[in-house]
């Protein structure tokens, strides 16, 4: 333990000397919610190329259950919400926790739009939380993953209450909530990264990881965040220093630096949009070496929002289903 802090302090202190001169850009911290990212809006791009998709809309289901806005933590007059997705007919079994994060670059976006995944999954038996974070219109990296790590502790000091297994904890996302999935699957309970959040007195390690179209390397050559030329970019923004001022905490706040022989299984599904899974294939590569199990699903004629929508909307929940039931059976 004392040598995992001792390393944590050197790699901070690598960080905040990489910024000396260079002052953080809080422009974006505007206080207001950046609604440039809906179910709609994506919609109306994407159906322009695509006009065979529908959208899809939220259920209606009689065996699932719903609590909205239940706050999981509270800092100052900021509370944090979630929502919670179970199936009612199944009192008797201790189930598996899916915890399922928004995407929208870190910037917008909201913890609405998966609720029909979120439904639909519940009907399979699972337990379905979609938590809220702080965005960067609010505050920079790494508060929402402070925020959504708080979030996991929550779950899993509610373990009882909603019948889950405290080992079957499986954290997933979309986009920005895809790379968001994957850090805080491969940074479990590292000091720098757990804030000063709720529950501290659970554990925030995640049991799986289901990476939808998140990026897995801010700095891989694959990726294709940064490019500042026409507007600042979103994760620009949400660091508050470019690429090229700040390189060592775009590396730092990628997924792919921590994978080690404690990451948790992983499942990828992918669009075909390549630059939105930068890094997976050495992260796959890593995984191997360490006789971790992971799974890749491709959508080859998708867009980035394929799980918005149908054909891919029943695919993808039978693919969560298929890899969950693997590697927990």
Not at 284 to 301: A, D, M, P, Q, R
Request: hydrophobic share 35%; glycine share 6%; aromatic share 10%.
């Amino acid at each position: 333990m004392k040598r995992i802090r001792k390393a944590w302090v050197c790699i901070l202190i690598t960080i905040l000397s990489a910024t000396i001169g260079v002052s953080q850009n809080l422009n974006g911290i505007t206080g207001n919610r950046d609604t440039s990212y809906t179910n709609a809006i994506a919609f109306a791009k994407d159906v322009k190329k695509y006009p065979q998709i529908k959208l899809v809309e939220e259920f209606t289901l009689e065996n699932v259950q719903e609590e909205k806005d239940i706050i999981y933590c509270s800092d100052g007059e900021r509370n944090l919400k979630l929502d919670v997705f179970q199936n009612i007919t199944q009192i008797d079994s201790v189930r598996t926790a899916i915890i399922i994060i928004h995407g929208g670059g870190w910037r917008s976006g909201d913890k609405s739009q998966h609720f029909p995944l979120a439904q639909k999954l519940a009907s399979l038996g699972y337990v379905c939380f979609t938590p809220e974070y702080r965005l960067s219109t609010e505050a920079l990296f790494p508060a929402a993953v402070h925020d959504l790590k708080s979030a996991i502790r929550w779950v899993r000091s509610n373990a009882k209450k909603y019948r889950i297994d405290p080992e079957k904890i499986v954290i997933s996302g979309f986009s920005a909530g895809g790379e968001l999935a994957a850090f805080l699957g491969t940074t479990s309970n590292m000091p720098l990264y757990e804030g000063y959040g709720c529950e501290k007195n659970s554990s925030s390690h995640v049991n799986a990881i289901i990476d939808m179209d998140g990026t897995l390397s801010f700095v891989h050559s694959e990726s294709g965040e940064g490019d500042d030329s026409k507007s600042i970019s979103a994760a620009t923004h949400w660091f508050g220093y470019s690429k090229k001022e700040n390189p060592v905490l775009w590396q730092a706040a990628s997924p792919l630096s921590y994978v080690n022989q404690k990451t948790p299984p992983t499942l990828f599904i992918n669009s075909s949009v390549d630059r939105m899974h930068a890094g997976r294939e050495d992260y796959t590569n890593s995984l191997k070496v360490y006789g971790i199990y992971s799974e890749i699903i491709s959508f080859e004629t998708a867009p980035h929002s394929f799980v918005l929508y149908h054909p891919w909307f029943n695919p993808t929940i039978n693919g969560i289903d298929t890899f969950l039931i693997t590697i927990f059976r």
